[in-house]
């Protein structure tokens, strides 16, 4: 199994070189385009900046998604099959009715941790929001961080 | 200005995070007296076993800020004590029954080797093609390949590794420790608390990390100065007896190293003169102190121990035991049982989408089920509602680690830190040094990030795995800078995107353990289920064998019986 163990292979896609973490480090939004052929290597976008303690500092829908929400469900919004699934959000027809995702993501489903409680309604709305009208989606009827509010525990 | 918590995860004691529980809730009380903020607070019942953790944590966030919230949210991992209390004795006939084991990390493992040793009939399935499950090494030379398709080949030196998964055992967790002994896996030890490793808030002292012992000490010297101030001021008399009084300012001139006036100058013996402390503004204010908290705490006081070679060498030593009887590649689709047994289908995981999965199946008198509840609440099973109902209402927390190589061990050389963690704000929360190889020269590897829930460990995972590890660099290096120099290249587990497990561990809240853990644990016709996730202790091994342990004394006292 351990090929060559004392020398990192240059031309492994996950060696990281310095310059390369310094790119990174310097970074404020990639240039990877979001093609449909684009791989996860380069759809994934690195952050501009992290959040600090325990909530999402992230404000517009597209940057929590890539906060939040494309661990699981992937850049793409196709999900992933493992042991186990993450379902697609991508043409995903149990969006239509807006109040579904607010109350998966703000209340947790199944495996899937409450999101929500680490993002403020306006947060909620905005990556729900996000979601209904990409990958494929077209839910034009934008929820509310009343509708949030309304579902909190 | 934000200073977030410096706290590791998985922390807390039951009876410590009770106590944490009855203490927010009694400064929220004040809070509330006080205020006259006109928020929309609903304060819960006094009775923390009714407050819907939610609750609690949206009021904490509320009222102290998202550092308190986060420290909530960190430590809310309710772990209990280890109750074991020998090896199991599982006497009488099993009159030829047969059980059929879903998953070999450490729980599926203990339940093969022990029921088998009780005369079982046992085959195990198992869908990685390793025995351990999370228990679990990383080394040169392998790869592992997340959700999302990104393979990660790791390019460490021989003798050189990451434990992605559970990296280190307290002294009590005992049953851990007796299969260790009795499977021959070498232990040594894990240094968790190194007075010469660092405390680090981006905010505070210009951004400079400090180093712990200076913290300890001086926060320490300056408690004791305050106190010994009021005790000689009598203010202490109705809580401190005229004799114990002499005897707490004798103490607490040699617990602080106060001087003869009971002033604290700073330096503790080591150094021969005193340094000049830091002033216990600058400690208050630089929140440094909550990082002191990741040694007192239970579960990470000396000793601790890790495998030599790596935490896997205890699934690799359970599997010498019982290799023959587990099924690699297996991948669970359906569990079915009647009065006369259990039928599991599998389908081969490996297949791809060019060579379809034959399914095929299982058979046997019992089941013990290890699937990780965030797959089984997937898995069409034949259970009751009520199991069903706990099986789905567990969420599964977010961690990530990230382990990094170094042309050589700066850490030592450079800073004589030798094993131990610093701790920080910045998202990387923890930068590991190894607890073992010291003082050689050559490269090294350092756990350069340990990321439990909160908004970075989602960030984190929604990473490509080089921006992680990219990231764990650029950030890591503002603690140590001899990064930019050093390293070499890394490699990165993001627990949600590990296919056998789509989480770290099952997060229990006290609301859902009231209401669904017995649900879980209970046998279910002819099944039942084992594993962190069925532990008072979880997230950590010793839950998942002790759950094992339980399971498996339940079910063979049902089939002597019968």
């Known amino acids: 199994m351990r090929s060559n163990p004392g020398k990192p292979a240059r031309s492994d896609l996950t060696t990281i070189s310095l310059s390369a973490a310094v790119a990174v480090g310097l970074a404020l939004i990639s240039l990877a385009p979001r093609g449909a052929h684009a791989d996860e290597e380069t759809r994934s976008r690195p952050l501009a900046s992290l959040s600090t303690g325990f909530r999402f500092t992230e404000s517009t829908g597209e940057e929590l998604f890539a906060s939040a929400c494309q661990g699981c469900h992937m850049p793409d919004g196709k999900g992933a099959v493992g042991a186990g699934t993450y379902p697609p959000l991508a043409k995903n027809g149990n969006l239509e009715a807006g109040g579904y995702p607010v109350y998966v993501v703000v209340r947790g489903q199944r495996a899937m941790p409450p999101v929500g409680i ?6 909620v709305a905005a990556v729900v929001n996000y979601v209904r009208t990409h990958f494929g989606n077209q839910y034009k009827d934008a929820v509310t961080a009343d509708d949030v509010k309304r579902v909190r525990p | 200005m934000h200073l977030g918590a410096i706290f590791d995860p998985k922390t807390s004691a039951r009876a410590f995070a009770r106590a944490k529980f009855r203490s927010y809730l009694f400064s929220l009380e004040d809070a509330r007296r006080s205020a006259s903020r006109g928020s929309k607070l609903t304060m819960p019942n006094e009775n923390e076993t009714v407050v819907s953790r939610r609750d609690l944590l949206s009021l904490v966030g509320t009222v102290a800020g998202s550092t308190a919230m986060y420290q909530a949210m ?42 088998r040793a009780a005369g079982y009939k046992v085959q195990v399935l198992e869908f990685n093609s390793r025995p351990g499950g999370r228990n679990w ?37 005992r049953a851990l420790l007796d299969y260790c002994k009795g499977l021959g896996v070498v232990l040594e030890s894990f240094i968790q608390l190194n007075h010469n490793a660092l405390l680090h808030a981006s905010a505070a002292f210009g951004g400079k990390p400090q180093r712990i012992r200076d913290i300890k000490t001086d926060f320490q010297g300056h408690v004791s100065e305050l106190l010994a101030k009021v005790t000689q001021q009598g203010k202490l008399d ?52 909550s990082g002191l908290r990741n040694f007192a705490l239970h579960q990470f006081q000396t000793t601790m121990f890790q495998p030599v070679g790596g935490m896997d060498m205890i699934g690799k030593a359970f599997a010498r035991e019982v290799g023959d009887l587990i099924r690699y590649d297996a991948k669970v689709t359906r569990i079915q049982q009647s009065d006369g047994g259990v039928t599991v289908s599998y389908v081969n995981a490996k297949a791809g989408s060019s060579s379809p999965a034959t399914p095929q199946t299982a058979k046997a008198d019992w089941c013990v089920c290890t699937i990780p509840l965030s797959i089984l609440s997937q898995i069409q099973l034949d259970v009751g509602p009520r199991m069903k109902a706990a099986i789905d209402a567990v969420p599964y927390a977010s961690s990530v680690k990230i382990g990094l190589q170094f042309k050589r061990r700066f850490w030592e050389e450079d800073e004589a ?146």
């Open chain 1, 118 to 123: 680490m993002m403020n309604d306006d947060q």
């Open chain 2, 74 to 115: 960190t430590s809310l991992g309710f772990a209990s004590e280890s109750n074991y209390t020998g090896p199991i004795k599982l006497s009488g006939d099993v009159k030829g029954a047969s059980v059929l084991v879903l998953g070999a990390g450490l729980a599926g493992l203990t339940a093969a080797l022990e029921l």
């Open chain 2, 137 to 173: 090494t990383l080394r040169g030379g392998d790869s592992f390949t997340e959700l999302g398709g990104t393979t990660q080949t790791c390019n460490f030196e021989e003798g050189l590794y990451l434990n992605p998964g559970p990296w280190r055992i307290p002294y009590h967790h």
């Open chain 2, 238 to 289: 109705e809580a401190v007896s005229v004799e114990d009084k002499e005897i707490l300012l004798q103490a607490l001139r040699s617990w602080g190293a106060l001087d003869s006036n009971y002033a604290y100058r700073g330096g503790l013996g080591a150094a021969p003169v005193a340094g000049e402390p830091i002033s216990l503004s600058d400690i208050l204010k630089s929140r440094l102190w």
């Open chain 2, 417 to 562: 830190i030798y094993g131990g963690i610093s701790y920080t704000d910045l998202p990387i929360r923890q930068i590991s040094y190894p607890s073992n190889g010291f003082n050689r020269s050559g490269r090294g590897v350092l756990l350069g990030a340990y990321i439990f829930e909160g908004a970075n460990a989602y960030e984190f995972t929604s990473m490509a795995p080089a921006d992680r590890v990219a990231r764990a660099v650029e950030l890591g290096g503002r603690i140590h800078p001899q990064y930019r120099a050093e390293f070499e290249n890394g490699i990165s587990v993001a627990w949600h995107r590990v296919p056998f497990t789509l989480g770290c561990a099952g997060y229990w809240s006290e609301k859902t353990r009231a209401e669904h853990y017995d649900n879980l644990c209970q046998i279910d016709g002819r099944i039942v289920l084992a594993g962190e996730h069925a532990s008072y202790i979880p997230a950590w091994q010793e839950g998942a064998i002790l759950s094992s342990l339980d399971a498996i004394t339940r079910l063979h006292e049902r089939v002597v019986r019968m």
